[in-house]
T-cell receptor, first 112, second 114 residues
Framework: GDSVTQMEGPVTLSEEAFLTINCTYT??????LFWYVQYPGEGLQLLLK?????DKGSNKGFEATYRKETTSFHLEKGSVQVSDSAVYFC???????????FGTGTSLTVIP | GAGVSQTPSNKVTEKGKYVELRCDPI?????LYWYRQSLGQGPEFLIY????????DSGLPNDRFFAVRPEGSVSTLKIQRTERGDSAVYLC????????????FGSGTRLTVV
């Protein structure tokens, strides 16, 4: 079945460091891929998405490219801020489009 | 409303009791989803409504779980004979035109069964 595997945390970085959170997926057909973020005490928020191979999703300085050949959707940011501290979830929606499959989440803490 | 509202935010119940969890989606959103998030895990799909009908309930773990959306807006997730393993955060999300648009999630109801 469809599934998502993402890098385990927790991840701790200094402010302005480069961030990569790895995500790979298994799916039949052509899924859409997403990154969601959960800030402390808040609900899940859509961060970015890509709906087909080679698409790049971007938002708030974060980027991820849908790589069909490596079945990956790694999240990157060139310079993290303290306010980026949160839990990040990679997810896919199958071709049927009725549900998401989420990874287990990666906790990021950015220290000043 | 401005966002997806879930009530209560926290619920503690005794094993064997019945609980109801409520979700108020964003006005006009026809699609509504319930997910369950256990500690240290990502959310897992439970059920999806399109309007008043359950379009996909394949994620409900057993027949103790049931959900309704009688008027196509508010939804209630009902759990009978609760077990300690039901303890989790129950998330509701709504969407204007389906999953590929991206959901708006509520803050969840933390259910603890003691």
């Amino acid at each position: 079945g469809d599934s998502v595997t993402q890098m385990e945390g927790p991840v701790t970085l200094s402010e302005e460091a480069f961030l990569t959170i790895n995500c790979t997926y298994t799916a039949t057909g052509y899924p859409s891929l997403f990154w969601y973020v959960q800030y402390p005490g808040e609900g899940l928020q859509l961060l970015l998405k890509a709906t087909k191979a080679d698409d790049k999703g971007s938002n708030k300085g974060f980027e991820a490219t849908y790589r069909k050949e490596t079945t990956s959707f790694h999240l990157e940011k060139g310079s993290v801020q303290v306010s980026d501290s949160a839990v990040y979830f990679c997810a896919l929606s199958d071709q049927g489009g009725n549900q998401f499959y989420f990874g287990t989440g990666t906790s990021l803490t950015v220290i000043p | 409303g401005a966002g997806v509202s879930q009530t209560p935010s926290n619920k503690v119940t005794e094993k064997g009791k019945y609980v109801e969890l409520r979700c108020d989606p964003i006005s006009g959103h026809t699609a509504l989803y319930w997910y369950r998030q256990s500690l240290g895990q990502g959310p897992e799909f439970l059920i999806y409504f399109q309007g008043t009908g359950a379009a996909d309930d394949s994620g409900l773990p057993n027949d103790r779980f049931f959900a309704v959306r009688p008027e196509g807006s508010v939804s209630t997730l009902k759990i009978q004979r609760t077990e300690r393993g039901d303890s989790a955060v129950y998330l509701c999300a709504s969407s204007l035109d389906g999953v590929n648009y991206g959901y708006t999630f509520g803050s969840g109801t933390r259910l603890t069964v003691v």
